[in-house]
């Protein structure tokens, strides 16, 4: 039985636009000739500490944690807090500085205290469309839609024209379903100002999630075609590509994804939508390599998670793949789809049925979606453990039976080579004298000492009834009982028959006998 893959969408909140970061921090104002030298700790004491203006400490510190939040250094991020509250009270007027505490503290993963300091900062300065967006894009990543779409049209009430919050509120519409307010939020937004790129990107993916690929299709079009510099956006190339996916064009899919690539190689959903492609082709090698590349850049991202231990069950490293499956539930536990993934990995893979089902009651009492579906693989499974059980029976009963025949064979082949060999050894011994030991199997030792053929005239042994010595084997001879013996008597010869004298005559001297002296008795 075969599963259908569980596949998900590892894709970012604007489609094919990057998993945003916290927004970049507020630029600081250019440092004079009296800043303190570049990497000088603010809050030190020494000469310069004490020598610098409080305009110039502020002006220092700020440049400094901007530089290091542009560049991501979460592990300066505790620092910078620690810096920037120092200059809190020093410019209790400069929204930037509460800003900037909110984005390290993002860095650190501290959700809490960064949406304080967001909130900060728009106390501060309401027009700060950044913080509006970094408290927007952080409702949305904890799933509250209702509260992003807030927090992003809160700063349009105080930067209409921001172009990020617009694009904002049209991505948290599009994920409510609420295609046809996204559509006109988009056509307004165009309308102010028809150069914004994401605004096309967002409305395309409100057509495609409509399944209206060729509207979505034309918006992007229309973006490359009027849009100065809009071939170079690569999100655009991206979503594209996406739309010819949906459309089952692969190859033309795969085209516009190599080129968002190409534009920027750290555009994850690029790599995923690839590895998709790959995936669907059972390119499980190239497939992995795109998702391991896009999970280090991203490594809480669940679907990038699922995607990858897909590929790792197809390459049949599956220990691998249940550790990426339950590296996602541990994330994002209150989502029990990978549950699905690892029943099917130890169902269709592993043939372990007892803990594929078990996994399938853990995706049921976790309150999963697809109830459906879970009943009817439940099912499956039961029915494919009876099958597989009944066929590993019969491959022991069948077993069992090539084994015996195979023994047979052997005792077979045995026995040939053993009678080979007599029969080899008796040839050459044939009409050879016997040794000592006695000749070889099939033959026997004959009345004139040679190997000979057993059976032959004159082989046979002690016990064997004879006729005759010439019955009995070298040694032996032929007794009185009729069988070959050893050291036998010959049999009593006949006895002599008694002669019988004539009778004496009367006369013993017969009539003329001859004188011995010459004359007549």
Not at 232 to 256: D, I, M, P
Not at 336 to 365: C, F, K
Request: net charge negative; hydrophobic share 40%; proline share 6%.
């Amino acid at each position: 039985m075969r599963y259908s893959i569980v596949l998900l969408a590892a894709l970012s909140l604007a489609g094919c636009g990057k998993k945003a970061p916290p927004v970049a921090a507020a630029a600081p104002q250019p440092q004079t000739e009296a800043s303190a030298a570049p990497g000088a700790n603010p809050l030190e004491g020494g000469p310069q500490a004490i020598s610098e203006s409080p305009k110039v400490r502020v002006k220092r510190v700020m440049a400094d944690a901007v530089s290091r939040l542009q560049a991501g250094d979460v592990s300066s991020a505790p620092k910078i807090v620690e810096d920037l509250k120092g200059i809190t009270a020093l410019a209790p007027d400069r929204a930037e500085i509460p800003f900037n505490i909110g984005v390290a503290y993002e860095l650190m993963g501290d959700d809490t205290n960064a949406r304080k300091a967001y909130l900060r900062a728009t106390d501060v300065d309401p027009k700060l469309g950044a913080a509006w967006l970094n408290l927007g894009s952080m409702a949305e990543r904890a799933g509250d839609l209702d509260r992003a779409l807030q927090n992003y049209q809160a700063g349009l009430r105080y930067a209409p024209d921001d172009g990020n919050l617009i694009v904002g509120v049209i991505g948290v519409l599009r994920r409510q379903g609420r295609f046809e307010e996204a559509i006109s939020q988009a056509k307004q937004a165009l309308g102010q100002n028809a150069h914004n790129i994401n605004v096309y990107n967002n409305l395309g993916l409100v057509y495609l999630d409509q399944g209206q690929t060729d509207l979505a299709s034309f918006t992007y079009q229309k973006a490359l075609n009027s849009i100065e510099g809009a071939d170079q956006n690569a999100s655009l190339h991206c979503n594209l590509g996406k739309v010819h996916l949906a459309r089952g064009e692969a190859f033309t899919a795969r085209q516009e994804l190599e080129r968002a690539l190409q534009l920027d190689p750290n555009l994850n959903a690029a790599k995923v939508l690839l590895a998709q492609l790959d995936m669907d082709d059972h390119n499980w090698t190239d497939a992995a390599s795109l998702l391991e590349g896009a999970l280090a850049q991203d490594p809480q991202d669940t679907g990038i998670l699922t995607n990858l231990g897909i590929c790792y069950r197809g390459l049949g490293r599956y220990e691998e793949a249940q550790a990426r499956y339950t590296k996602a539930l541990e994330i994002q536990p209150g989502d029990p789809t990978p549950y699905l993934d690892i029943a099917v990995l130890q169902g269709d893979y592993m043939r372990s049925y007892d803990a594929a089902l078990a996994s399938i009651d853990r995706y049921v009492a976790a309150g999963g979606k697809r109830m459906d579906l879970a009943t009817q693989w439940r099912a499956d499974l039961v029915s494919a453990k009876d099958k597989y059980e009944k066929e590993l029976e019969r491959k022991r009963k069948r077993d069992e039976r090539d084994k015996k025949r195979a023994e047979q064979e052997r005792l077979a082949s045995e026995y040939d080579r053993i009678q080979q060999a007599k029969e080899q050894a008796a040839q050459a011994a044939l009409n050879k004298a016997c040794p000592v030991a006695g000749c070889p199997e099939l033959t026997a030792c004959n009345r004139q000492n040679l190997c000979v053929d057993e059976g032959a005239p004159g082989t046979a042994v002690a016990g064997q009834a004879c006729q005759s010595d010439d019955d009995c084997a070298f040694g032996l001879a032929c007794g009185a009982d009729a069988t070959c013996a050893s050291g036998a008597a010959a049999p009593p010869a006949a006895p002599a028959p008694t002669v019988t004298p004539p009778p004496a005559p009367a006369d013993p001297q017969p009539k003329n006998t001859p004188d011995p002296w010459g004359g007549q008795q």
